[in-house]
């Protein structure tokens, strides 16, 4: 993700943003004032943002003092200009404690707001690092209009007020949300890295006009989908603005692509990823300890392979391990000199190519537009977000906030870089609730019958799918030791064996099934004829055209001894092998679909049954329009793709 979330206590924490973040991760000199420190960091002065600063007398823009930020943030929550409302009711001869109590946002709190953490993807800050001023000043200003569009969903759709006995009343603040944003240009390893720490006030007007808590929860919840937005945003007006396409890259195979701009070299971005080659040796230390971790009466703590959830802890404790001390900032224009001279030194890439990196970016995208037409399907985009989701989720059990997040990224790489219609995410997230999902909230809760909170699971089973083709084991080394199965012990490393020489066993990713699932769905609700949406069957040769990759757009024709090789198909089985081919060869968003006509046929049987049951299940559960019953889980069917995985935990990761 692009968006981080962290929580801002009273008292030490706030001091330490106060210190360091506030004037662009450097250590604040003692008794510096703040503008000062900010001046001698090279870093523009906090802004204000939101709608909520009318009720607070303050402006969108205007800059951020000390004393504001202390009365907000570190003073369990107070008015930003407490303390001149304060001297005024003195003044007016109000006694003290009176005064105390107008500069007051309601009850005081310990958790006093959240730091979201907002940075483009790498290749866009990359051409913000070495790119000309104009290139600079075109991604600033998206970047900055993407934050405000975020925080604008945010204040209509995702942050709540509670109030009441344990929080049992809810309601949108309707004055809007109080924002001050930090802008940074570096990370801690002195390679660039353009992004904006929000400090988001925990403080909302209710609909009575008194102030109450935000629900941070609410607000973890959604980073992804707040992510998926920002990226999406960011990425379309800096391609509209300067000419520019994006195109999906694999950096971890199996796991999902991320879209970044076509042309920019990878060996740039490995240029910048100092602290992630530094986290990477350290986690490969930390799962051998998980793995090898014991009980007192001596049986293994954990599974004896490494889930990616548990592997997400461990790279966040990587992280902390290997965290460099922070160094003193510079200015924009010293570091911006910097960064071009090592990257033609150190990063491997030609100087001419560093120097011309947005001319080659334009080409590369003038490429890539002549050949992928962005045709948003919402039929076909519902198919693949709820197949997607209902894969790579806990028991194939989801939230509206999944659904929303993956239309969002399925958009960012069908429209490569383009801008799309507003409400386009919302259309695609009702179609697959409507039609691919099932209701299985329980009703008789509190939370059950908010929107937000509503169960789903697909109206299908996926269970039955084929697998996943694995690669071929290779030949045992008797140097290394052998990793253990899933359910067997874990042979105890030999002594004297460093980190990184025996393999970890691995949980396999969720992604590739996912896209697999999508595939074999739309091919089913293509070859049905009495499944149509909107009057009309899918389209798969043009949904898929739009998120190929250029490259990959024109197979090699296959020849008339081609043809000779496929199987006779009967009249139920009506498929296009020339299409599936050519779908096959040409490979989906990311990877091979991997799977041959026969495992194709078998896959559409089993959907056939699955379908005939669906509807049995729709009769018996009809949606939200009543009272629905929960609906029972199979096991065999809703989790036997998705193995146990250890280390469970709660927060901003959960739903990824």
């Not at 490429?367 to 806990?394: G, K, Q, S, Y």
């Amino acid at each position: 993700m692009t968006v981080d979330i962290k929580v801002i206590r009273a008292g030490q924490m706030y001091r330490y943003y106060l210190r360091q973040t506030v004037v662009g991760d450097g250590r604040r000199p003692a008794r510096t004032p703040l503008r000062a420190a900010q001046e001698q960091a090279g870093v523009p002065a906090g802004r204000w943002m939101g709608r909520g600063l009318a009720a607070l007398g303050l402006a969108p823009g205007e800059e951020v003092t000390e004393a504001q930020l202390r009365n907000l943030f570190g003073e369990w929550g107070r008015h930003p200009d407490a303390g001149r409302i304060e001297a005024g009711l003195l003044a007016a001869g109000e006694s003290p404690k009176q005064a105390y109590r107008a500069g007051a946002l309601g009850r005081q709190v310990a958790v006093t707001g959240v730091d979201f953490v907002f940075r483009p993807q790498p290749t866009i800050y990359l051409l913000w690092a070495l790119g000309d001023e104009e290139t600079r000043r075109v991604i600033e200003a998206a970047h900055e209009r993407a934050i405000v569009r975020v925080l604008e969903w945010i204040e209509d759709e995702v942050a709540v007020v509670r109030y009441g006995k344990d929080g049992i009343h809810r309601v949108r603040p309707p004055g809007g949300l109080v924002a001050a944003r930090f802008r940074h240009y570096e990370a801690r390893s002195g390679m660039p890295l353009l992004h904006d720490h929000l400090l988001l006030s925990v403080k909302g007007q209710r609909l009575d006009g008194k102030w109450g808590s935000i629900h941070s929860l609410a607000l973890y919840e959604n980073t992804v989908a707040a992510s998926a937005l920002y990226n999406e945003l960011v990425a379309a007006e800096v391609c509209e603005e300067l000419g520019l396409a994006t195109e999906p890259r694999t950096v971890t195979p199996g796991r999902r692509p991320v879209m970044e701009i076509a042309g920019v070299p990878h060996e740039l971005i490995r240029w910048t990823s100092r602290r992630s080659d530094q986290i990477a040796a350290c986690r490969e230390d930390l799962e051998h300890e998980y793995v090898s971790a014991v009980k007192d009466d001596g049986t293994l703590k954990f599974l004896p392979v490494v889930s990616e959830r548990a592997r997400a802890k461990l790279n966040q404790i990587a992280a902390r391990k290997t965290r460099p001390p922070k160094q003193k900032t510079r200015p924009l224009a010293q570091l911006r000199a910097w960064w071009k001279a090592s990257a033609i030194l150190t990063s491997g890439v030609a100087a001419d190519v560093i120097n011309s990196l947005l001319e080659y970016a334009r080409a590369a995208a003038a490429a890539i537009r002549a050949r992928v037409a962005a045709v948003v399907d919402v039929a076909l985009a519902a198919v693949d977000v709820a197949a997607t989701v209902f894969v790579m989720n806990e028991g194939g059990r989801f939230h509206r906030r999944h659904l929303l997040a993956e239309a969002r990224r399925h958009l960012a790489l069908v429209q490569r870089g383009r801008r799309r219609d507003p409400g386009l995410d919302e259309k695609i997230v009702a179609a697959a609730i409507s039609t691919h999902c099932l209701d299985i909230s329980e009703p008789k809760t509190t939370i059950g019958r908010l929107s937000e909170y509503r169960l789903y699971t697909a109206r299908w089973a996926l269970s039955d799918l084929p697998a996943r083709r694995r690669p071929p084991t290779p030949a045992p080394d008797p140097d290394r030791q052998p990793p253990a199965d899933p359910g067997e012990p874990a042979a105890p490393r030999p002594p004297g064996q460093d980190a990184g020489e025996w393999e970890i066993p691995r949980i396999p990713l969720q992604y590739d099934r996912a896209v697999l699932a999508g595939a074999v769905v739309r091919e089913k609700l293509r070859t049905t004829t009495a499944t149509a949406v909107r009057g009309r069957a899918y389209d798969v040769a043009r949904h898929q055209q739009a998120a190929m990759p250029e490259q990959l757009l024109a197979p090699p024709a296959a020849g008339p001894e081609d043809d000779d090789q496929e199987p006779e198909v009967g009249a139920g089985e009506a498929i296009d092998f020339k299409e599936l081919r050519a779908l096959k060869a040409s490979r989906t968003d990311v990877e091979a679909l991997d799977f041959t006509a026969e495992q194709l046929r078998r896959a559409m049987e089993v959907f056939t049954k699955a379908g005939d049951e669906a509807a049995a299940r729709a009769k018996k559960y009809p949606g939200p329009q009543g009272a629905p019953a929960p609906h029972p889980v199979r096991e065999d069917d809703q989790r036997a793709h998705r193995p146990q995985q250890p280390d469970r935990h709660r927060g901003p990761e959960a739903g990824r």
